[in-house]
């Protein structure tokens, strides 16, 4: 009888980031940018953000939304 060889079950991969502009993910979570921008300043826990270029700053929605999801805006 032969066996059957599976393939090895792998982790679900990750969602694509989706890049937002402070005032973009600021309108999409429901805060002020100027909010927005204080919790980037004083939260540690906040997600990460990218300076692209010198007048360019993006943000993850999908760490955004985690974020929020576990109490971090509250």
Not at 34 to 42: G, H, I, P, V
Not at 59 to 67: R, V, Y
Not at 68 to 74: E, F, P, Q, V, Y
Request: aromatic share 8%.
């Amino acid at each position: 009888m032969a066996m059957k060889l599976h393939a090895p079950a792998s982790a679900p991969t990750p969602p694509r980031p989706q890049w937002a502009r402070p005032k973009e993910a600021a309108q999409h979570s429901g805060i002020s940018v100027s909010t927005f921008w204080r919790y980037a300043k004083e939260r540690a826990d906040f997600p990460p953000l990218r300076r692209v270029g010198s007048r360019c700053t993006l943000i993850d929605l999908n760490q955004l939304d985690a974020w929020i999801s576990k109490g971090g805006a509250a």
